[in-house]
Nanobody, 125 residues
C-alpha cells in the first residue's frame, strides 16, 4: 500500500517562499508520476505540478510557472515543491499524489488513487 506524507506548509507573507515535502513509501515507483495539487475553500482541487519519478517529464500549471519548482530525492523517496514569490491567491491546502498515469491524465485529480493528507499554505498580503 502506498503512503504519502506531506509537510512544510505554513503562513508566509506575499513574496516569500516555502518548500513542501512529500515522503512516498510502500512500493517502488519506476515510471509512476508524483504530482502536487491544491484546493482553496469552495474551489475544486487543481493541478499545480507533476514529475515522473525519474524526473524525465515535468509539467506546471500556468499560474505557477516560473515561481514553483518540483523536484525529488530518490534516495529519500521524497518529492519537493519549492514555492517562491508566493501570492495570496496561492493560499490553499496542498496535496501530494502518486500513481501510474497517462501523459494527458496527469493534470486531473481523478487519475490518482494515492494521496497525502494535505498541508495548509497561507499567504498573507
Amino acid at each position: 500500500q502506498v503512503q504519502l506524507v506531506e509537510s512544510g506548509g505554513g503562513l508566509v507573507q506575499a513574496g516569500g517562499s516555502l518548500r513542501l515535502s512529500c515522503v512516498v513509501s510502500g512500493r517502488t515507483f519506476g515510471t509512476w508520476t508524483t504530482a502536487w495539487f491544491r484546493q482553496a475553500p469552495v474551489k475544486e482541487r487543481e493541478f499545480v505540478a507533476a514529475s515522473t519519478w525519474n524526473g524525465g517529464t515535468i509539467r506546471y500549471a500556468d499560474s505557477v510557472k516560473g515561481r514553483f519548482a518540483i523536484s525529488r530525492d530518490n534516495t529519500k523517496n521524497t518529492v519537493y515543491l519549492q514555492m517562491n514569490s508566493l501570492k495570496p491567491e496561492d493560499t490553499a491546502v496542498y496535496y501530494c499524489a502518486a500513481d501510474l498515469v497517462t501523459n494527458t491524465g496527469r493534470y486531473s485529480p481523478i487519475a490518482y488513487k494515492n494521496w497525502g493528507q494535505g498541508t495548509q499554505v497561507t499567504v498573507s498580503s
